[in-house]
């Protein structure tokens, strides 16, 4: 896959985050003010926002679950780094289905009161696997630019 | 055209389905963003059982079931939100919007700002609790739905594929 294509993904998984963080930048860009209430109609149509998941910083709130903000950080973290490495071998599924294991061991925990929804847990849960996910949505990029006979 | 919907019936059903699941509170807690990825590989786990067929999976497969399942489940998603607000009165963005009051109050905007955006969102809100309907609130919904549905549709596709070639090698 090539460079334009990688930057082009990272610029938009970049843009994705940043939307999650809004609520943070409203008092620097007022403006951003007007998307806001768009911004989080669009997200909560990907995460249930359960106020008490959220990441709060200085009263100000992330729009998506911690859980949530943790893959996409994973994903932002993975495709950066796949802008200077490229994908050779992830023929098998190994990798995304050891890496969401944490994440559903957690979710299962939790869900059962075992213990209480912790954010740092589900943040770093959540990394693991938004990290492995974004190596296969890459690879699956590659592989349909080269069935199309682009590298 | 019959083969052509049988082709495409596991992402419809699927999307259905999903479409259900979006807007039960319980269900969307814990599937969060991964419930239409999960149902896009969903269908094509069901279409792989459905035809027999465990012969490697083309990722631009993955990219059209997803797509389907994601369309499929933002259409009927909406369609479920619209009539039980319709009937109800009153949906997420009516109970959440003493609190988005409460989170606009705290930023350090102009006042003017402030309002233009309270007084858009407080229109939607009573149109719903009036009628249970507001066509804004409707086309956004709409909107929101189909665009990240279909995204993350894709997305479970594109993986889903993946896993399930991975795991058809190992048979």
């Known amino acids: 896959m090539n460079l334009k294509i990688r930057i082009t993904l990272f610029l938009l998984i970049t843009f994705w985050v940043f939307g999650i963080f809004v609520e943070f930048f409203i008092p620097a860009q007022n403006y951003l003010v007007y998307i806001f209430p768009f911004l989080e109609g669009i997200y909560s149509t990907v995460c249930h926002q359960q106020p008490e998941k959220l990441i709060e910083i200085n009263g100000h709130h992330t729009l998506v679950c911690t859980r949530c903000t943790g893959i996409y950080f994973g994903g932002l973290f993975s495709s950066f780094i796949l802008l200077f490495v490229s994908i050779k071998n992830l023929n098998n599924a190994n990798l995304i289905l050891v890496a969401s294991i944490p994440m559903l061991i957690d979710v299962a925990l939790y869900s059962s009161g075992l213990y209480d929804y912790n954010r740092n847990i589900a943040f770093i849960t959540g990394l693991f696997f938004g990290s492995a996910g974004i190596a296969y949505i890459y690879n699956g990029f590659k592989i349909l630019r080269e069935r199309d006979g682009k590298s | ?171």
């Open chain 2, 1 to 171: 055209m019959g083969n052509l919907n049988k082709k495409y019936i596991s992402p419809i059903v699927v999307g259905l389905g999903a479409g259900v699941l979006i807007i039960v509170p319980v269900i969307k807690g814990l599937g969060c963003c991964l419930l239409i990825p999960g149902a896009a590989i969903i269908s094509l786990i069901l279409e792989q059982k459905a035809s027999n067929d465990y012969s490697k999976l083309e990722i631009k497969k993955g990219v059209i079931f997803g797509l389907i399942t994601g369309v499929t489940a933002a259409i009927f998603g909406t369609a479920f939100d619209f009539i039980i607000t319709l009937i109800t009165h009153t949906n997420d963005l009516v109970v959440a919007f003493p609190q988005f009051l409460e989170t606009l109050d705290n930023f350090p905007i102009d006042d003017a700002m402030r309002q233009e955006v309270i007084s858009l969102l407080r229109e939607v809100v009573e149109s719903i609790k009036n009628y249970g309907f507001s066509p804004l609130y409707t086309l956004s919904v709409l909107f929101n739905n189909l665009f990240s549905n279909s995204i993350f549709g894709m997305l479970g596709g594109i993986i889903g594929v993946q896993i399930l070639n991975s795991q058809n090698q190992k048979r």
